[in-house]
């Protein structure tokens, strides 16, 4: 499996933008990157998703190296609803396998 | 609109004694369904998938076991529960075949092993 790495945690200060790193140096050409975010005691909720252009939604932006090695999700203006783990993952379409999530990134967002 | 219901929430079970959590999905024909543990402070592992009905593959070799009887029911088992099985089990269900193929997660079952 094509692992991804990123840092444990990382602090914002609300209402200012956020870059969360994921590098993934082994993906294959086929593999998508998604972002999930987990707040407390609940399930992982679906962010964003892309495999070589940038792309934005209501949520976040996606920021795709051209090499592909490596991914930030960017949230434009962190609230304290946005404090949670993030997790980037590969994902290839052609496997209905699931890859295991990573620890992730704790992102505190401060007051 | 589709909905996916674990249950239960919370479960205390002593060693040695069986488990059943079951999920279900709603307003989805055909899902690939998933089960995850996240131990404390931890990620989340993959421990089971299944494609179709009676379809089980299996990530990790442990004292679990799943099954998928209904088209939208998935069900994790133990005979006999460890100390280790304590953790945060999580369902989850995605459309097969979507290039963005979306995992939607349940409300998970915190299960500790006492």
């Known amino acids: 499996d094509a692992k991804t790495t990123q840092p444990n945690s990382m602090e914002s200060n609300e209402e200012e933008p956020v870059h969360l790193p994921c590098n993934h140096s082994?993906?294959?050409?086929?593999?998508?990157i998604h972002w999930y975010r987990q707040l407390p005691s609940q399930g992982p909720e679906y962010v964003i998703h892309g495999l070589t252009s940038n792309v934005n939604n209501r949520m976040a932006s996606l920021a795709i190296a051209e090499d592909r090695k490596s991914s930030t999700l960017i949230l434009h203006r962190a609230t304290l609803r946005d404090a949670a783990v993030y997790y980037c993952i590969l994902r290839d379409p052609g496997s209905a396998r699931q890859l295991t999530f990573g620890s992730g990134t704790q992102l505190t967002v401060l007051p | 609109s589709q909905t996916i219901h674990q249950w239960p929430a919370t479960l205390v079970q002593p060693v040695g004694s069986p488990l059943s959590l079951e999920c279900t999905v709603e307003?989805?024909?055909?899902?690939?369904l998933y089960w995850y543990r996240q131990a404390a402070g931890r990620g989340l592992q993959l421990l089971f998938y299944?494609?179709?009905?009676?379809?089980i593959s299996s990530e990790v070799p442990q004292n679990l076991s799943a099954s998928r009887p209904q088209d939208r029911q998935f069900i994790l088992s133990s005979k006999k529960l460890l100390l280790s099985d304590s953790g945060f089990y999580l369902c989850?269900?995605?459309?097969?075949?979507?290039?963005?193929?979306?995992?939607?997660f349940g409300s998970g079952t915190q299960l500790s092993v006492l």
């Open positions: 307003g989805t024909s055909n899902p690939n």
């Open positions: 082994t993906i294959s050409g086929t593999d998508y």
């Open positions: 299944s494609v179709g009905i009676g379809q």
């Open positions: 989850a269900w995605s459309v097969p075949g979507g290039i963005g193929e979306k995992l939607f």
